[in-house]
């Protein structure tokens, strides 16, 4: 589900692949609660959630747990955060352990239920609550999955490079070992085929361990086999700065586009010539809904709502462009801010349960 606002930039979820690889240490973090916002902390019961993120080389990912660090300051709740670093295996150990723990409550980011599927019985059976935030198949394993149309969102931006770009000579760069990746993918697909004068010429799949190297390979090589490259769609946004740099580094007038409004993104748009346009979307709202229903189930006892996300009506949806930019960001460095997306539960919360 999404709610669309007049044209201009983009979404997507930030899914990131999963590959076993050997032990790579977790990075974790533990972020002391503290009290912010101007009418104090919300005067509700201490807390310990457990964040386990695919990957923070996804800027998209990152500001989505940001968000949710920031909404468990206001409410004066502990977050412990682990970066699997697209390791399985962390990810993995990382659930049993915050179960081990006695969290509260876990919440995944980009994170594939079968990954931790041990963790998330384990948890089920403890009694603490899961969420996932971001794009990942769908599972009954999590209490709740706030995720966007990853098919909508393939096609919408595509839409948008082709109708921008005729005869476009279009660069794929996918993911096709994630449900994210995939589903996107058969939006890019839907719109191909509305698109009967546009060519695809090249298409990889970048190594999501090391995306900004793998990326600027990827579309060297297809520039070098095809001069007359216009436009590079790129699945993730981890993918946009290799991709950049590789167009910038051949002189070639191929525009890139991506997803999400993130710092380096909004740098990139206004300053690098490289950069086409964003599909951009409101995505941390999916990390504040979490913290949402875990707050009601744990003060008052009501159930997690799955479709919550649905109920709300789904994210906000604008393909950003050079031309808009400005009027994204409000001159900022990042569309949708966090402490904007912050601002109505956090009302709602000292409304409800009232401030320290």
């Known amino acids: 589900m999404k709610r669309s606002v007049t044209a201009i930039a983009a979404i997507a979820v930030g899914a990131l692949a999963l590959t076993a690889c050997a032990s790579t240490p977790a990075t974790e973090t533990t972020t002391p609660a503290s009290s912010s916002g101007s009418g104090g902390s919300v005067d509700v019961a201490p807390r310990t959630i457990g964040v386990i993120s695919i990957s923070r080389s996804s800027p998209a990912t990152l500001k989505t747990e940001e968000a ?19 390791v399985a295996d962390t990810a993995a150990k990382a659930a049993l352990n915050f179960v081990a723990q006695g969290v509260d409550g876990i919440i995944g980011l980009s994170l594939e239920a079968s990954i931790i599927r041990q963790g998330l ?15 990942v198949s769908d599972s009954d ?26 005869n476009a000579k279009v660069g794929i760069l996918h993911a096709t ?6 589903d996107r993918q058969i939006g890019v697909e839907q719109s191909l085929a509305e698109h009967p004068d546009a060519t695809v010429v090249g ?26 490259l216009t436009s590079v ?39 690098q010539p490289e950069l086409g346009g964003l599909l951009d979307a409101d995505l941390a709202t999916t990390g504040l809904l979490c913290v949402d229903q875990f707050l009601r189930l744990f003060e008052s006892g009501t ?14 949806h604008r393909v950003v462009t050079k031309d808009n930019i400005e009027e994204a960001t409000s001159g900022g460095p990042v569309t949708f801010p966090n402490e904007e997306l912050l601002d109505p539960f956090l009302e709602a919360w000292k409304q409800e349960f009232g401030t320290k």
């Open 141 to 166: 394993l999590y209490d709740a999955q706030y995720v966007d149309d990853n098919i909508d969102l393939g096609k919408t931006l595509m839409d948008h490079i082709l109708d921008e770009t005729p």
């Open 177 to 182: 070992n994630n449900q994210a990746g995939l």
């Open 233 to 271: 769609y790129a699945v993730f946004d981890n993918f946009a700065s290799g991709a950049v740099a590789a167009v910038r580094n051949a002189r070639s007038s191929a525009k890139v586009w991506t997803y999400y409004g993130t710092p380096a993104n909004v740098d990139a748009l206004r300053n």
């Open 303 to 316: 159930p997690i709502n799955p479709n919550e996300l649905t109920d709300r009506g789904g994210l906000i």
């Open 203 to 228: 298409d990889a799949t970048p190594d999501l361990t090391d995306p900004t190297n793998a990326t600027q390979k990827a579309v060297t090589d297809m520039i070098t086999a095809n001069p007359d």
């Open 68 to 86: 949710i660090t920031l909404a468990a300051e206001a409410l004066g709740w502990d977050v412990e955060v682990v970066d699997a670093n697209v």
């Open 121 to 135: 019985l384990d948890a089920r059976a403890a009694g603490i609550a899961t969420c996932e935030a971001g794009t």
